[in-house]
């Protein structure tokens, strides 16, 4: 099979145009370094079948990241039968730098010029043939976006793969050509591959050059001696640098045509949305307003009639069932809980239907699928429209180009601390997920703010998260009649980025005392968001949340319903029986652990749930409300007749049933969203963290989960504990201050 490989800037649509072309769903950010690894599918349009390779966004093909060693190894090393050079067409001169390199190396390429929907809506306009004529590469017009003109892109780049090509330089020009020549003749002569690449790498004295050909690197230095600096210069990276944009300029940017009056009004418009989004005082809060009017659009029951803005959610169906759907008497519903609504009655129809099925059959196999599996599964599907509705907002926000100046903003903010924005990226997507947020922080150079980084991911709450969340301030609401589900969740966010970057600033105060890497950050243009590109990105959400819950929370359902069901000595227990299963007593056993956090020992019967579910979710998060949600139906009732609960509903009955409090339940939230991460968290950041790193790690997570925690239910418990925080939170601070004072001054006096 034919393999053709995507190489191009970063953000210039290099992973769009590989899902247009595979049918895949690859993470599409509008940020610069979203694409970290190499990732394959397949074209299947043309008459025979194709692989496609998405490489990482690179700048250059010199090894200074990780990036460009893996892009560059890729296309030298497995030599692909064709690039397809991805050209950012509203960024031409600074995206065509990187194709002056690739067309040194001797492999088939073209050349496809991406956002040309942009290009042709602001009055641009593009010269194809006299550019293809004078680059020597075919050229073709795309738009990956709106898949524009890719079967041509397809056929161009067929045609290509079966000629040789070899590489051409534009360095012609350049006072180094001879030596460049000189190189690439000794390359010839001992048969290394693409002579003319290498002799360029060799001349800019590249490190991996250097490293790999130390015998021919004499030519270069002798030649250095030769000709005294003032000649040529000394830095001969920087001349071949300037060269090549010296030629982009005289010959290929005459081609592109401008329409300055639209490019400068766009400018100015940019420049002034950046003006505000970006200033030193007002941008923070505004993003936290913008934060909270995406929970408020996502969990609000009253989400016009701001007098009520601070009212109950009770997502209900009392009243007609239009009432219960749309609106309560407390306001319009927003369009989370009408989806919630719509599945609500769809779950409890299907689980009543289910009940009446399995009248005639053994008690334990009603139990077993309508307590076990669906009160499971429905506690937890529940919150699919939620978690949706909350991606669809993160999704615009990302995609218009926003949360890339957030780590702009933040950069400025936290770099008198030692933090940089660079690192806010992976933090971001850990919103999502935390498995491609730790892998993306291999662009992060420096190794200590890596591992800071890794550790720090999970609190980020992921749409795993979300249930509990969820859940349990729906319940808190329900049962304690105070307070309102999307403040607390909003709140609970909020906890988890302060701890995040709480923890980090301590870590670089203590163990990982250094520089802050410096961050220069291209902001990506703002566009509007793509109803396709968010399509895409829910619809792959949605995707792999029905396919968790079909497997690995469904199988954890069943395991926790046969253990909590079934003795010690395998005898079947009735739902009133629970108390003396298995589940109970290994729960029981670890209950005082959790005394401080606020759902140990104290609680009466059953209390051992919580304890059970939080140890649940380190398999998949989903499965703490699962839990929960299997638990309570059992306890609730027996099968016969009952119908499921929904994931708020089954919170309520555990709180009836434990006597929890208030403090205890947000302890609870607190404790899930900061400890240990779901299994495949825990497995990929093993893989990311360096070594020696990793247990370290799990005894970070293990211990702030329980410092934060314990501190919410003590002090909301009783208020006067925060005395003793406050003291113990001082003691170290000045602590460590006056350690680092001593420690820096005996440097000093060492120098
Ligand atoms: P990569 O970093 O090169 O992989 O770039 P991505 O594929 O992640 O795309 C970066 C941004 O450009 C995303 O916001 C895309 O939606 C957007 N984008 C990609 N291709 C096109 C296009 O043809 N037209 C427009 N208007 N936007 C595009
Ligand atoms: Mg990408």
Not at 4 to 13: E, I, M
Not at 212 to 228: A, W, Y
Not at 330 to 348: E, K, V
Not at 603 to 622: I, N, R
């Amino acid at each position: 099979m034919k393999r053709f490989a995507l190489a191009g800037n970063p953000n210039s649509g290099k992973t769009t145009l590989f899902n247009s072309l595979t049918g895949s769903s690859a993470y599409v950010g509008n940020w610069p370094g979203v694409t970290v690894e190499k990732k394959e599918g397949t074209y299947k349009k043309l008459s025979e079948e194709i692989s496609i390779i998405d490489l990482p966004g690179i700048y250059s093909l010199s090894p200074y990241t990780s990036e460009e060693v893996v892009a560059r190894n890729y296309i030298i090393d497995e030599k692909p039968d064709c690039i397809i050079n991805i050209v950012d067409a509203t960024n031409l001169e600074r995206n065509l730098y990187l194709t002056t390199q690739i067309m040194e190396i001797d492999v088939p390429m073209v050349i496809a010029l991406n956002m040309m929907d942009v290009v042709r809506k602001s009055g641009d306009h593009i010269e194809i043939e006299k550019l293809e004529k004078i680059i020597g590469l075919r050229v073709i017009e795309i738009s990956a976006l709106k898949e524009e003109n890719l079967n041509n892109l397809m056929i161009a780049a067929f045609e290509e793969s079966k000629k040789e090509r070899k590489g051409i330089t534009v360095l012609e020009d350049s006072n180094l050509v001879h030596l460049i020549h000189d190189c690439e003749i000794a390359f010839h002569a001992i048969k290394v591959n693409n002579p003319l690449f290498h002799a360029v790498k060799l001349v800019e004295l590249d490190e991996l050059e250097i490293k790999n050909h130390p015998e021919l690197i004499n030519i270069v230095n002798d030649f250095k001696s030769t000709f005294k600096d003032d000649v040529f210069g000394s830095d001969f990276e920087a001349i071949v640098a300037d060269s090549r944009y010296k030629y982009i300029t005289k010959y290929f940017s005459p081609y592109f045509i401008k329409n300055k009056a639209f490019n400068e009004k766009e400018e100015n418009r940019s420049s002034k949305i950046d003006k505000v989004l970006t200033n030193k005082w007002v941008g923070i809060p505004i993003f936290l307003l913008i934060l909270f009017l995406i929970f408020h659009l996502t969990f609000s029951s009253n989400l016009f009639y701001l007098g009520g803005l601070f009212k109950n959610v009770s997502p209900s169906f009392e009243g007609t069932m239009f009432e219960g759907l749309f609106y309560t008497s407390s306001g319009i519903n927003s369009p989370g809980i009408i989806l919630y609504n719509l599945i609500d009655s769809l779950t409890s129809a299907f689980s009543s239907l289910a009940s009446g099925w399995l009248s005639s059959s053994p008690e334990w196999v009603g139990g077993l699928i309508v307590d076990g599996v669906l009160g499971g599964l429905s506690a937890v599907l529940s919150f699919v429209p939620q978690i949706l509705c909350l991606f669809f907002f993160f999704s615009i926000l990302e995609d218009s180009g926003y949360m890339a100046r957030i780590a702009f903003i933040l950069d400025k903010l936290f770099r008198k601390f030692g933090l940089s924005g660079r690192a806010f990226m992976p933090m971001i997507m850990g919103f999502g997920c935390s498995v491609p947020a730790m892998i993306n922080t291999r662009t992060l150079a420096d190794d200590n703010e890596r591992i800071a980084t890794i550790r720090v991911i999970p609190f980020f709450s992921c749409g795993a998260k979300l249930p509990i969340l969820t859940a349990i301030s729906g319940g808190i609401v329900l049962r304690f009649g105070i307070g309102n589900a999307e403040v607390i969740t909003y709140s609970m966010y909020l906890l988890g980025m302060v701890t995040a970057v709480l923890s980090v600033l301590l870590m670089k105060k203590t163990t990982m005392r250094g520089e802050v890497p410096p961050f220069i950050m291209e902001l990506p243009t703002y566009h509007l968001p793509q109803p396709r590109a968010l399509l895409i990105h829910l619809w792959d959400k949605l995707k792999n949340f029905i396919k968790k819950a079909f497997t690995i929370i469904l199988a954890s359902t069943i395991v926790i319903w046969f253990i909590s069901h079934f003795s010690f000595d395998w005898k079947y227990l009735t739902d009133s029986e629970m108390e003396s299963s298995i589940l109970a007593g290994i729960g029981m056993l670890i209950e005082p652990l959790f005394t401080p956090l606020g759902f140990g020992s104290q609680l009466e019967s059953f209390g051992w749930v919580f304890v059970v579910a939080a140890f649940t979710g380190l398999v998949a998060k989903e499965n703490v409300v699962a839990t929960i949600g299997t638990l309570a139906a059992s306890i609730v009732s027996g099968f016969a007749g009952s119908d499921t609960m929904e994931g708020v509903d089954s919170v309520v009955e555990m709180i009836n049933a434990t006597g929890i409090t208030l403090p205890a339940l947000l302890s609870f939230i607190a404790f899930n969203m900061l400890t240990i991460p779901c299994f495949a968290s825990v497995a990929t950041a093993k893989a990311e963290l360096p070594k020696g790193k990793f247990a370290t790690t799990l005894l970070f997570w293990i211990s702030v989960s329980y410092i934060v925690s314990s501190m919410i239910y003590l002090i909301g418990t009783w208020w006067w504990t925060s005395f003793i925080f406050a003291l113990s939170i001082l003691v170290l601070i000045l602590s460590i201050s006056l350690y680092n004072r001593s420690r820096d001054r005996k440097k000093g006096l060492k120098k």
